[in-house]
């Protein structure tokens, strides 16, 4: 029997082998001279040889761009220099996690001028703007758990909101830092028992939990994600004031959500959530993708995922959810000025599109991209402070199929998706698809 190779290691998720830099980028077209800062990318990158049995967990890579009034100054990719890079095991002999020996490899966040590598029930990583790695960071050593890939930033007092799950009591803790940094606030919140929560959603009053039917299974320990859907394990979403641990509950339709678009109060006081959802279905085609089924068998299995809101009413108890659209979509954003807040738009990707959602009217946009060319997740950033809401770019990292085509950095007017990017960065190598990305003025450090 021939050896296929996994999905995560072939096409545009192929690793690269080692680390470079390089200056004075080919740019087409003209960048904003108002995008002066850096952009950043975070993504699993095993090591030369190395199969991690997922692409959840291979080593965090970061790829970064410098912009400086219209010009791309330099590129360079850099491993998270964690324990686990150089050998470490993420489990101590006792079961417990060792939160420095993270894997670093979702998300890249700034935050009290600080930049952090993140990833999951693990330690942050700070960086320096280079994206050298300076280190693990308890901020100070009162997070004695570890931390989510997707904090929130509330844009109304600057506070990060964020948890942890694991699979032992408790389940669920949150946490606050405030606008410097400093963490104040945390306890435990009470879930049905050890579920994968990858994401969660702020509102002005409320924190909002999803608790789903992907549940911690022992006997997948050592075979890559020891998580697996669970047909007894009841879909809800809680509500929980910001300094209590009281959470009100509703029960959902089962699904699954890594990620969340927005959340918000509308006039009657009832929270609105939009985010990603599976299905289960489309749950069980996801994770074996991401378990490495071959590409071949990858497009027979797919199943789509796509834009859900739900509305969760306090008054009545009650909650109400529906489709927004039918198309596949992942990694939804939002201007970060909306976060927990009334927003209009929301954008996504498919495989080979730049998705803009208009909820106001109703309008889809999308910028294609053509076949072999696979969008990366794409970043807001407002024209100016006092921009509306799609005044600005889309910055997005496009990977081909093809390992010997370089990638770019695609610079699209928000205001005008379809029309054709505003500029792109010819970067000096192929990126691989990864997960999240941000962008960090040069006057936030």
Known sequence: M????????????????????????????????????RY?????????GEDPGSWFTGHGMLHGVRLDRGRAEWYRNRWVRSTRLEGASYRRADGTLDMA???????????????????ETSHPFELTPELDTIGPCDFGGRLTTGMTAHPKEDPATGELHLFDYGVRPPFLTYHRLTAAGELTTSFPVEVGGP???????????????????????????????????????????????KDEPTVRWFDIEPCYVFHVGNAREDEQGR?????????RDAWFSTWSWIGGVPLAEQAARRS?????????????????????????????????????????????VDD??????????????????????????????????????????????????????????LVHDATDLAAKPVAAVRLPRRVPAGFHGTWIPDEAL
């Not at 969660?200 to 020891?226: C, K, Q, S």
């Open 195 to 241: 579920t994968m929560m990858h994401d969660f959603a702020i509102t002005a009053n409320h924190v909002v939990w999803l608790d789903l039917p992907v549940v911690f299974d022992r006997e997948l320990v050592g075979r890559g994600m020891p998580y697996q859907w669970s047909d007894h394990y009841t879909a809800r979403i809680g509500l929980m004031g």
């Open 352 to 409: 080979h599109a730049i998705v803009k959602y208009d909820s106001e009217r109703g309008r889809i946009a999308r910028h294609e991209l053509g076949e072999g060319r696979h969008a990366g997740e794409a970043v807001f950033v407002p024209a100016a402070e006092d921009a509306g809401e799609d005044e600005g770019w889309l910055l997005s990292i496009v990977t081909h199929d093809d390992p010997a085509v370089a990638s770019e950095l």
């Open 101 to 119: 020996a993270s894997a670093a490899n979702t998300s890249v966040i700034e935050h009290g001028g600080k930049i952090f590598a993140l990833m």
């Open 271 to 279: 929270v609105v959530l939009d985010a990603i959802r599976y299905s």
């Open 304 to 348: 789509v995922s796509n834009l859900h809101r739900w509305i969760l009413d306090p008054a009545t108890g009650t909650v109400t959810e529906r489709e927004l659209d039918d198309g596949n979509a992942e990694f939804p954003t939002v201007d970060d000025r909306r976060v927990g807040l009334p927003n209009r738009y929301l954008y996504a």
């Open 40 to 48: 950043f990318r975070n993504g699993p990158n095993p090591l030369p």
């Open 2 to 37: 021939i050896e296929q190779t996994p999905s995560y290691l072939t096409g545009h998720l192929a690793p690269v082998s080692d680390e470079i830099e390089a200056v004075g980028l080919p740019v087409v077209g003209a960048l904003p001279p108002e995008l002066t800062g």
